[in-house]
């Protein structure tokens, strides 16, 4: 069962600007990883399931932030379906965030009032996102919209709130591309948790790189 409402996640993801994701199966590199982020001031991870048995490095990952990260709001990405959504809301997820727009996976999380992120690339599917109660919809690929996207659709629905994932990078220029435009929050997988942190296990350089972003985050919105 989730810890935090849907309001609560929507909240901390305003707040703070950024979630950060991540997949690995590897349980143990994966709590320091969760362990630097928070440590860099990150309250939300997105945890990518993505991989086989994925669910059972989840279950692990949670509890671990549970006991060990006060605060810390585990949720899961790359979900599919209503079923996969079920599984890990049963395994204490907060949020469940999706590729694409599945209405299926909307009632699943609607019931248990868990924060979901749908991923949209039209005002047609943002529309119906928000006619089933989505709070922040999810921009994906990012790239492949840009922050022009985001600021023509906040001109006739300034109430849109908006996570681009893809295409955002730890850059000034990039981020004050996006914020610039109105998103409420930023999505960033491998442009802030790289391949190459993860190889030389630079966990260290991990939590000053979160800090650096969120405080950089801070600074455009200010």
Same mark, same amino acid.
């Given at each position: 069962?989730?810890?935090?409402?849907?309001?609560?996640?929507?909240?901390?993801?305003?707040?703070?600007?950024?979630?950060?994701?991540?997949?690995?199966?590897?349980?143990?590199?994966?709590?320091?990883?969760?362990?630097?982020?928070?440590?860099?001031?990150?309250?939300?991870?997105?945890?990518?399931?993505?991989?086989?048995?994925?669910?059972?490095?989840?279950?692990?990952?949670?509890?671990?932030?549970?006991?060990?990260?006060?605060?810390?709001?585990?949720?899961?990405?790359?979900?599919?379906?209503?079923?996969?959504?079920?599984?890990?809301?049963?395994?204490?997820?907060?949020? /469940?965030? !999706?590729?694409?727009?599945?209405?299926? /996976?909307?009632?699943?999380?609607?019931?248990?009032?868990?924060?979901?992120?749908?991923?949209?690339?039209?005002? #047609? %599917?943002?529309?119906?996102?928000?006619?089933?109660?989505? %709070?922040? /919809?999810?921009?994906? &690929?990012?790239?492949?919209?840009?922050?022009?996207?985001?600021?023509?659709?906040?001109?006739?629905? &300034?109430? #849109?709130?908006?996570?681009? !994932?893809?295409?955002?990078?730890?850059? %000034?220029?990039?981020?004050?591309?996006?914020?610039?435009?109105?998103?409420?929050?930023?999505?960033?997988?491998?442009?802030? =948790?790289?391949?190459? =942190?993860?190889?030389?296990?630079?966990?260290?350089?991990? %939590?000053?790189?979160?800090?650096? #972003?969120?405080?950089?985050?801070?600074? /455009?919105?200010?």
């Amino acid at each position: 069962m989730a810890k935090y409402s849907r309001i609560e996640v929507a909240q901390v993801m305003e707040e703070t600007g950024m979630v950060p994701l991540f997949y690995h199966p590897d349980i143990e590199l994966g709590k320091k990883v969760l362990k630097a982020c928070y440590d860099g001031g990150a309250r939300l991870i997105e945890f990518t399931a993505r991989g086989d048995f994925a669910f059972e490095v989840f279950l692990e990952l949670n509890k671990f932030a549970l006991k060990e990260l006060p605060g810390m709001i585990m949720g899961v990405g790359s979900i599919t379906d209503a079923g996969a959504a079920s599984m890990f809301m049963q395994m204490g997820a907060n949020f /469940i965030v !999706t590729p694409t727009l599945r209405e299926d /996976i909307a009632i699943a999380c609607n019931r248990r009032k868990v924060l979901w992120s749908p991923g949209c690339g039209t005002l #047609t %599917e943002i529309n119906r996102a928000e006619e089933l109660g989505c %709070e922040i /919809i999810k921009l994906f &690929p990012g790239s492949t919209y840009g922050p022009g996207f985001v600021k023509a659709i906040k001109g006739p629905q &300034p109430w #849109t709130s908006i996570m681009p !994932t893809g295409g955002v990078s730890t850059e %000034e220029e990039n981020l004050k591309g996006w914020f610039g435009a109105g998103v409420t929050c930023v999505g960033m997988g491998s442009q802030l =948790i790289s391949k190459e =942190i993860l190889a030389n296990k630079d966990y260290a350089g991990l %939590e000053a790189k979160v800090k650096d #972003t969120l405080a950089l985050i801070k600074r /455009i919105r200010s």
